[in-house]
């Protein structure tokens, strides 16, 4: 059985910075790519941000480039997303996604980020 955790959510003014952390655990084959999605009310889930996970490759939506950073945490199978700049567009839903190499996806719960004043 997999899990996948993410936490760092909360309620941030414009212009502030908040820090997301996934970590999957328990029965996970070898993940190729780890990411970040978001889902506004009313809207379908976005890509975020991805980074492979043996050779760190990044890719960003154009709406967070510039602004969000993606990285492997220090723990195997974890993940980080550091948003500065937020902007009340970026309120949704953020998930973490485990993509491994056997083609399996693995999702978190998400957690909730608000950019209000």
């Known amino acids: 059985q997999v899990q996948v955790v993410e936490s760092g959510g909360g309620l941030v003014q414009p212009g502030g910075s908040l820090r997301l952390s996934c970590a999957a655990s328990?029965?996970?084959?070898?993940?190729?790519?780890m990411g970040w999605y978001r889902q506004a009310p009313g809207k379908q889930r976005e890509l975020v941000a991805t980074?492979?996970?043996?050779?760190?490759?990044?890719n960003y939506a154009d709406s967070v480039k510039g602004r969000f950073t993606i990285s492997r945490g220090n723990a195997k199978n974890t993940v980080d997303l550091q948003m500065n700049s937020l902007k009340p567009e970026d309120t949704a839903v953020y998930y973490c996604?485990?993509?491994?190499?056997?083609?399996?996806?693995?999702w978190g719960q998400g957690t909730q980020v608000t950019v209000s004043s």
């Open positions: 328990g029965s996970i084959r070898s993940i190729y790519a």
């Open positions: 980074i492979t996970s043996s050779s760190g490759i990044t």
């Open positions: 996604n485990m993509f491994a190499h056997s083609g399996y996806d693995y």
